[in-house]
């Protein structure tokens, strides 16, 4: 496993890092959560996600379950949760938001539901239009200053926004945000690639992408329909499957998708690793966020780094030619 720096701070995250967004409390309980934990313990993953949204608050109690089995050294690992969305699936106006009032806490919250005493990472997980940005950069700043916090910033945010709150830190002397959450992989490049570009330089913001396999459409196993007890046929996720297929942005998507197939037979590999491969290219990608709903895939795309030297400059143009490319 090979370590990067999140943005200009102090924390190396492993390049791959394990997330828990709808799997964990529908697809993995406790105990696969806690076999999932120890597969990523022995290949050097240091960093696992989650967020107060996620299932209600339950997919941090399957993980809190989960890592306090293992009982591995808390210095040996790294945390996240993210606000914003609520923890109830039916949130009060008090319940949701980033005012001072829900992110204090909600951060109260999650480190109970994921017991433990800090988290290292915690994420406003969208933009918040009623809430003035500087009460929650003070908010965040204050959860830092308490110990509670090691390192705060922002999930799927307008880059103006983030270069506004890291400004607004600049100036009051306060903690200011340190990563970004966004999505990236091959069929969703430009807000990354393009609107985000100024943030790395200028700012040193770190990035934790998600969503490397586009919820699986990267696997290419929807390209002959929805297989069952996939992530697109699950109850609830409707939307997604909309997204994903049953729509025409969905199957433009896929049609991108059958052209990026033969690429990954001819280098003879699978689709799947060669996507998270993909990922790792970009410098400015502290760490991809892998995920998972069986003990086999998690092992499949641990072994993706391993498809980066077969990403030859020829190959990586050929990819840029076939994915919808930035600026598209
Ligand atoms: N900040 C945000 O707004 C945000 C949003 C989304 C995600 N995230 C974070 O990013 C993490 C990863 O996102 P993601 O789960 O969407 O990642 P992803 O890699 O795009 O999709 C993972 C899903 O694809 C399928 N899959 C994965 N590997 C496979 C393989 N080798 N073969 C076949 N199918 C495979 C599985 O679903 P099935 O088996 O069910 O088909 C798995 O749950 C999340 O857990 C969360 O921590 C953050």
Not at 190 to 203: H, Q, S, T, W
Request: negative net charge.
């Amino acid at each position: 496993m090979q370590y990067r720096k999140l943005g200009n701070c102090g924390l190396k995250l492993s390049e791959l890092s394990f997330g828990s967004w709808v799997t964990f409390n529908k697809q993995v309980d406790a105990r696969l959560a806690q076999r999932m934990f120890g597969l990523c313990f022995d290949a050097g993953v240091n960093f696992f996600d989650n967020a107060e949204g996620y299932e209600a608050g339950e997919s941090e109690k399957v993980m809190g379950a989960a890592l306090k089995a293992l009982a591995r050294p808390r210095d040996s690992y790294c945390v996240s949760s993210k606000v914003f969305f609520g923890a109830t699936p039916r949130p009060m106006p008090t319940q949701m938001g980033l005012g001072r009032k829900h992110i204090t806490e909600a951060c109260h919250q999650a480190m109970q539901r994921l017991k433990v005493d800090y988290l290292d990472l915690y994420f406003c997980h969208r933009p918040d239009p009623d809430t003035p940005i500087g009460e929650t950069v003070w908010a965040m700043h204050n959860l830092v200053a308490q110990g509670k916090v090691l390192y705060w910033g922002t999930s799927e945010w307008p880059a103006h926004l983030i270069i506004e709150a890291f400004e607004f830190a600049e100036k009051n002397h306060l903690v200011p945000p340190t990563m970004e959450q966004p999505q990236y992989n091959l069929l969703d490049r430009e807000r990354f690639e393009v609107e985000y570009a100024p943030l790395f330089d200028r700012y040193g913001i770190g990035t934790t992408v998600w969503s490397p396999l586009a919820s699986g459409a990267l696997t290419g196993k929807y390209l002959n329909g929805i297989p069952a007890g996939s992530r697109a046929s699950l109850e609830g996720y409707e939307w997604l499957k909309k997204h994903m297929v049953e729509s025409d942005r969905g199957q433009a998507r896929m049609n991108v998708v059958a052209s990026l197939l033969p690429v990954a037979e001819e280098l003879g590999t699978s689709l799947s690793r060669l996507a998270i491969a993909w990922c790792l290219l970009n410098p400015n990608v502290s760490t991809v966020i892998l995920g998972a709903s069986s003990v086999e895939q998690l092992a499949d795309n641990l072994e993706a780094a391993g498809v980066l030297p077969l990403l030859t400059e020829a190959v990586q143009e050929n990819l840029a030619a076939l994915s919808p490319g930035a600026g598209e």
